[in-house]
């Protein structure tokens, strides 16, 4: 039983923000990847941003370089994606995701075998 929990979307105005949180605390798999990835209608799930357990290496979609972050918290169960000068186009489903490759794939959609059921954002 996969347990990976997303929190934190929902409704924002162009250039507000968002934090998204994972709760991994019962996640039981050894993924040394771990993501955000989103997928809006009609379009394909995306990599926005990837982190590397060991190391911290972290990777960005090219649309959201600059605007969105990707961290872990001290005790690495829970990982957050802080979503700034948020636009339109970010409005998808967001899910955290784990995956088990080495840090050069965690930015690969195909890495991810473990999804949380996803969190809604929408910009207006």
């Known amino acids: 039983d996969v347990q990976l929990v997303e929190s934190g979307g929902g409704p924002v105005q162009a250039g507000g923000s968002l934090r998204l949180t994972c709760d991994a605390s019962?996640?039981?798999?050894?993924?040394?990847?771990m993501g955000w990835l989103r997928q809006a209608p009609g379009q394909e799930r995306e990599v926005v941003a990837s982190i590397y357990a060991y190391g911290g290496g972290t990777h960005y979609a090219d649309s959201v370089k600059g605007r969105f972050t990707i961290a872990q918290g001290r005790s690495k169960d829970t990982i957050y994606l802080e979503m700034n000068s948020l636009k339109p186009e970010d409005t998808a489903i967001y899910y955290c995701a784990g995956g088990r490759a080495g840090s050069w794939a965690c930015d690969t959609n195909s890495t991810y075998n473990h999804w949380g059921q996803g969190t809604q954002v929408t910009v207006s």
């Open positions: 019962r996640y039981t798999y050894s993924s040394n990847c």
